[in-house]
């Protein structure tokens, strides 16, 4: 559910390679893993859609990329500073579909709801395995605390500089024995893992969005049950719904 | 509900407890946002521009950052006219009991007619905007606001197809917007709105490509709100229609400032997708900038700025 607030940066600091972590603390929309928080942040007329990584009841937590002019007028911000941020968007992850052995794969910036998923499936007492690649050793960040939870991690690097050399779809061996899958990377990931997964899961998906809360249709994708909003019937779809076209 | 004389408008015979419309295009079908506040305490809302067949719009990115606002280009994506007839309309009444302003869009002078026609017998819609201003489609929508005679026989088309008030809303993408807004009141427009979107455009440096997928995009947001104030001042000195004025509009200030010019009422557009809550805290601060600016009614400053 929508809530917008202010809340207060309690942390945020470097954890990887252009990769940052900002905890913020207030009461929160936040219901289940996949959801995202829309950020406004001074100088910038749109806010910024950043995924949930964690949350409880006293606050919440994002990590994020520098890419461009908000998540690097983030990464100055101190801690102290407040934040008018919508938080509670999206539909999130269905952590009931996952059966009792779900598989996470994500890529680079697509790891951070990998956390909070995580957790909530291995509380429903799933067996959870996570698939994590990055470009490099140094781009590498939440392995420890996913394995903190009691998932079983698997990490891919592109450049072989750290665990196996190759891309997330290099560790889906034919072995790898998973219920469901939930996914969150680039778009060139997910034609890949298309043409390997053994099961349906469900992919999460992000587009350039006006408001983030469904109502001025500017992130609009095909489904299978006609067009969705990305922001509010998404970020995460089945994979049965995807029509993977050339837009795709 | 506080209903407040001092700041009931009205627009050919419709009465709105306040001048605050949210914009068609950033209020959807009006639920959304009756999740977040209680909807009933706007003036009315424009809901998303409607065309006769469903549109899914334009490929994404639709969305792109400027200063002071943003370019967009959806395409008029919507459902059709008859499932905002049959599922849109019904599901909205049950949120919002006040009567709401019909956006229609169109490709063809007949198309606006017949969209219009079937809204027409809807009881809940209060007039009908038509937008002949869209900058995102093709051989449509702001082609027939950027020329007097084919908004004139859009205009009088749609007149002839309903009974409701008909607000041509007039693209400020031309050299003479006078001109355009007295050949919509000859036609026989009962009102206008006015401005839509500035066509804009742009560039992403790292992929050395416009950001939009469409190109170019209708630019909003509050950057445009002077040439909105200048555009309602113009077209209130040359037509006698009411008029409902938008483009930018941020603040209570910002309304005052627009009926000022001349806007009987005002939009919000942009606004409400950076702040979601942005009408309920205008209506609710419109009282004091009144007792600021030492204003009474808002009817008694509708063109004050006005010589004479």
Redesign the interface.
């Known amino acids: ?2 809530k ?1 607030d202010l809340y207060t940066i309690t942390e945020n600091r470097r954890i990887a390679n252009g990769i940052f972590g900002m905890t913020l603390l207030g009461a929160h929309g936040f219901t289940k893993p996949g959801q995202f928080a829309n950020i ?1 942040l001074d100088g ?4 910024r859609p950043i995924s949930v990584c964690d949350f409880d009841e006293n606050g919440f937590s994002l990590i994020y990329k520098t890419v461009g ?2 998540t690097e007028l983030m990464s100055e911000l101190r801690e102290g500073t407040s934040l008018d941020i ?1 938080t509670g968007l999206g539909n999130g992850y269905a952590i009931e579909n996952s059966g009792k052995k779900p598989l996470l794969i994500a890529g680079g910036s697509g790891v951070p709801p990998m956390y909070k998923l995580a957790e909530s499936l291995i509380n429903e007492g799933r067996e959870v395995t996570a698939i994590l690649g990055f470009n490099s050793k140094e781009d590498v960040y939440l392995e420890d605390e996913l394995k903190a939870l009691g998932v079983r991690v698997r990490i891919t690097t592109v450049d072989g500089s750290y665990a196996d050399k190759g891309f997330v779809t290099d560790a889906m061996t034919d072995e790898l024995d998973y219920s469901f899958f939930y996914t969150c990377g680039p778009l060139p990931m997910y034609k890949a893992i298309r043409k390997v997964v053994k099961t349906e899961g469900q992919y999460s998906f992000e ?5 983030g ?10 489904t299978r049950s006609g ?1 969705k909003r990305i922001c ?1 019937d998404g970020p995460v779809f089945d994979s049965t719904e995807i029509i993977w076209g050339e ?1 795709l | 509900m506080n209903k407040n004389s001092a700041l009931s408008v009205e627009l050919c015979g419709l009465k709105l407890d306040n001048p605050i419309i949210p914009a068609s295009g950033t209020f959807g079908y009006g639920y959304e946002f009756a999740e977040l506040y209680d909807i009933n305490i706007l003036g009315s809302f424009s809901f998303k521009g409607t065309t006769y067949e469903p549109r899914f719009g334009n490929p994404t990115p639709r969305i792109a950052e400027c200063p002071a606002g943003m370019l967009n280009s959806i395409g008029l994506q919507n459902p059709g006219v008859h499932a905002v007839i049959n599922e849109e309309l019904p599901k909205l009444k049950k949120v919002f009991n006040k009567k709401v302003i019909a956006n229609v869009g169109g490709f063809s002078v007949e198309e606006y007619a017949r969209t219009a026609a079937l809204l027409d017998e809807c009881e809940q819609i209060g007039l009908i905007e038509v937008n002949i201003s869209c900058p995102n489609v093709h051989n449509g929508g702001m082609s027939f606001g950027t020329d007097p005679k084919a908004a004139a026989e859009v205009t009088a088309a749609v007149k002839k197809a309903t009974t409701k008030p008909v607000f041509m809303k007039l693209s400020p993408n031309v050299s003479d917007i006078v001109a355009i807004a007295k050949a919509c009141e000859d036609a026989g427009a009962d009102g206008i709105s006015l401005i839509n979107t500035l066509l804009g455009m742009r560039i992403d440096l790292r992929r050395k490509k416009p950001v939009l997928a469409n190109k170019m995009g209708g630019f909003s947001g509050s950057a445009v709100f002077p040439v909105a104030v200048r555009m309602v001042y113009q077209v209130y000195e040359a037509v006698k229609l009411p008029i409902i004025g938008m483009g930018g509009v941020s603040s209570a200030d910002d309304v005052i400032e627009m009926m000022l010019a001349g806007a009987s009422a005002v939009q919000i557009g942009a606004a409400n997708l950076v702040d979601p809550f942005v009408c309920k805290d205008i209506i609710e601060t419109l009282p004091a900038a009144m007792a600021k600016y030492g204003i009474n009614n808002l009817k008694d400053i509708i063109g004050g700025a006005h010589n004479g």
């Open positions: 559910m929508l917008q406004k910038l007329y749109l806010r002019r908000g919508l587009e350039r969005m006006g408001c809360f469904g109502a001025c249709m500017g992130c609009s994708m095909k067009g509010k837009e």
